[in-house]
């Protein structure tokens, strides 16, 4: 028999349902390895935006100001 394969998509959904069902914050973040903030992140997320927002978002910078583009160059 193979193993069941979590993917992270299948868990944070999973996480949401067994909240819906009444499952404390608390004992959700423990049993899941995460933190209370990020639990409330997941939910807030699935109540605005709906489930397709439980993937994972990059946590790159949209911008970054010290950058340098190359155009202002002196010569």
């Not at 944070?12 to 914050?25: Q, S």
Request: hydrophobic share 35%; proline share 5%; with cysteine.
């Amino acid at each position: 028999m193979p193993w069941k394969e979590n993917l992270p998509m299948e868990q944070r959904v999973e996480l949401i349902r067994e909240w819906k069902e009444g499952e404390n914050i608390t004992a959700l973040a423990e049993a899941y390895g995460v933190s209370r903030k990020t639990v409330y992140q997941w939910i807030a997320r699935q109540t605005e935006e709906g489930t397709a927002s439980l993937e994972a978002r990059s946590c790159a910078p949209h911008k970054i100001p010290q950058q340098w583009d190359g155009e202002d160059a002196f010569l």
